[in-house]
């Protein structure tokens, strides 16, 4: 995945050009495929970009629309482009980025964008006209964002690793967050650095000069029934979601591979992901060298039968 930085001083004075280059740096690894930064007055974002879809081949983060006054740093892949197209008013097409979806989404809800969206996706946008940053991760916490937030800074980052070199943050360790590790206790905002938190899944936030807010968008409702009239109608409707949810995940820019355990989950994902393939072979002529799988040998005898056995049915490349 890509990685993102940021910076953002509530104190109302101008970032050093090169604090945002020094973070960024750090997570050089994330982005073989492109840096860029971009710096202005209390505010700056990194980008380390890790080319994934078709369309972030032409993407360049950040970015800034100019005529809406906003600006964008986005670890991202939107699913629900083609629903979102006629909305926005933009098209689904190849040279459209997801991160412009976002921007788009941004302006049109405001800060409910991110209950529009679909996908994987931890972003940041930095509003001109209303002077404050918002940012949201998915809804399932695919994509993280750890941050330090005092009321002089707010910096961000995909991993903590900027955070070392910034003097304006303590280099402490979390006693609470190590006491919870032992204990085996579970707090995903916590790391085990003081005042050093990760954002949570389905997490919104609006930070300004003088306020901040971070608020729970969507959460899965324990109590929810989906009541249907056979048995024949559940298989049905779990073959639509588990279908549409692996057919989005199927874009790429590149060969497409899965690791595979043996186990029904991993099997069942590439069984459809083939089906779907053999469609679109038809439609799009891909070929079958897209698809390469890579097996892990488990000591379940079983799974090691269907490891070696399913890539034969399936006809597909494979490593074991």
């Known amino acids: 995945m890509s990685g993102i930085t940021g ?35 209390p505010v700056a974002f990194g980008h380390q970009m890790l080319h994934t879809t078709p369309e972030s081949l032409h993407e360049e983060l950040p970015f800034e629309d100019k005529e809406s006054g906003l600006v964008i740093t986005a670890d991202a892949r939107i699913d629900n482009r083609k629903e979102l197209a006629p909305t926005l008013g933009i098209e689904d097409k190849e040279h459209v980025s ?83 590790y032992l204990m085996d206790v579970y707090d995903n905002e916590l790391t085990f650095y003081e005042d050093i938190y990760s954002f949570s ?28 009239d056979s048995e024949e109608d559940y298989i049905k409707t779990f073959r639509s979601i588990f279908s549409t949810s692996i057919n989005c995940r199927l874009r790429s820019a590149y060969p497409i591979g899965f690791q595979l355990s043996g186990g029904l989950d991993s099997s069942s994902i590439v069984c459809m992901a083939k089906e779907i393939m053999n469609k679109k072979k038809i439609q799009v002529l891909i070929p079958s060298t897209h698809f390469h799988m890579f097996l892990m040998s488990l000591l379940n005898v079983m799974n090691v039968i269907i490891l070696k056995r399913l890539p034969i049915w399936m006809e597909l490349n494979h490593t074991l």
Not at 9 to 37: F, L, Q, Y
Not at 203 to 222: C, G, R, V
Request: charged share 30%.
């Open 98 to 180: 997801d991160s412009y979806f976002i921007l788009k989404a941004y302006e049109k809800w405001g800060d409910k964008c991110p209950e529009e969206l679909l996908g994987d996706f931890a972003f940041v946008i930095w509003d001109k006209n209303s002077e404050k940053l918002f940012g949201a991760l998915d809804h399932v916490g695919v994509k993280p964002l750890y941050y330090f937030l005092s009321k002089t800074y707010f910096f961000f980052s995909t991993e903590i690793k900027p955070f070392f070199d910034l003097s304006e943050i303590p280099h402490k360790l979390n006693q609470k967050a190590l006491l919870f």
């Open 201 to 228: 899944p389905a997490n919104s936030f609006s930070i300004d000069y003088n306020h901040n807010e971070i608020i729970k968008y969507w959460e899965l409702n324990p109590n929810a029934q989906l009541v249907m």
């Open 7 to 41: 910076i953002f001083r509530r104190d109302g004075r101008d970032v050093d050009p090169e604090d945002i280059k020094k973070m960024n740096e750090k997570i050089a690894h994330r982005g073989p495929d492109g840096s860029r930064t971009w710096c202005e007055g």
